[in-house]
């Protein structure tokens, strides 16, 4: 099984400054077929599914906000809000796409206002 | 607009099996893929497994021995059947749409909390 972790578990961050969310992979994630990384980002709120916010490592769905970045390959990649809002209060997963299972998410980073 | 609206028994009896019901609204059935992906309370996401409009499936390793996901691309219908249910499966199930270019879960059911209880 490909495992997913990520750090922190969770982090505070005042209002306007930068959250920064990391995920690793035990295997790499990048596809040598298209140079692609399947690695997704998701924000869950409470009682709410999932939302897509990134995929491919770090193209942005449509309309998610500017202010949610990724980045990385291989391994070892990033999530950055670089400036938090109120409605970023949330749980992020990572999530990739490529050996067995098929998906696989990471535990999870809890994001909390200071 | 997508929209995937799910249902099913939400308590069971350990050793029972568990039926969840996924109904696509708008947009194309076939050319995705449908998943199944549950969230045991205050835990992270577990994908279940996945079907496509004409019934190929693929199964998580972990599970597969007791899943079964079907559809019926009549009514742009899928399902889920899980047998012999312990408590261990208590979670909110969701469904999704699998976005095959990019591998992701782009649209999502409201979920379905499901208990297992004796």
């Known amino acids: 099984d490909i495992v997913m972790t990520q750090s922190p578990d969770s982090l505070a961050v005042s209002l306007g400054e930068r959250a920064t969310i990391n995920c690793k992979s035990r295997q790499s994630v990048l596809h040598s077929s298209n140079n692609k990384n399947y690695l997704a980002w998701y924000q869950q709120k409470p009682g709410q599914p999932p939302k897509l916010l990134i995929y491919?490592?770090?193209t942005r769905e449509s309309g998610v906000p500017d202010r949610f970045s990724g980045s990385g390959s291989g391994t070892d990649f990033t999530l950055t809000i670089s400036s938090l809002r109120p409605e970023d209060v949330a749980v992020y997963y990572c999530q990739q796409y490529y050996g067995t299972p098929l998906f696989t998410f990471g535990p999870g980073t809890k994001v909390d206002i200071k | 607009q997508v929209q995937l609206l799910q249902w099913g028994a939400g308590l069971l009896k350990p050793s029972e099996t568990l039926s969840l019901t996924c109904v696509v609204y708008g947009g194309s059935f076939s050319g995705y893929y449908w998943s199944w992906i549950r969230q045991p309370p205050g835990k992270g996401l577990e994908w279940v497994g996945e079907?496509?409009?004409?019934?190929?499936?693929n199964y998580n390793p972990s599970l597969e021995s007791r899943v079964t996901i079907s559809v019926d691309t009549s009514g742009k219908v899928f399902s889920l059947r899980m047998s012999s249910v312990t408590a261990a499966d208590t979670a909110v199930y969701y469904c999704a749409r699998v976005e095959l270019a990019k591998n992701v879960f782009d649209y999502w059911g409201q979920g379905t909390p499901v208990t297992v209880s004796s």
């Open positions: 491919w490592a770090s």
């Open positions: 079907i496509n409009h004409s019934g190929s499936t």
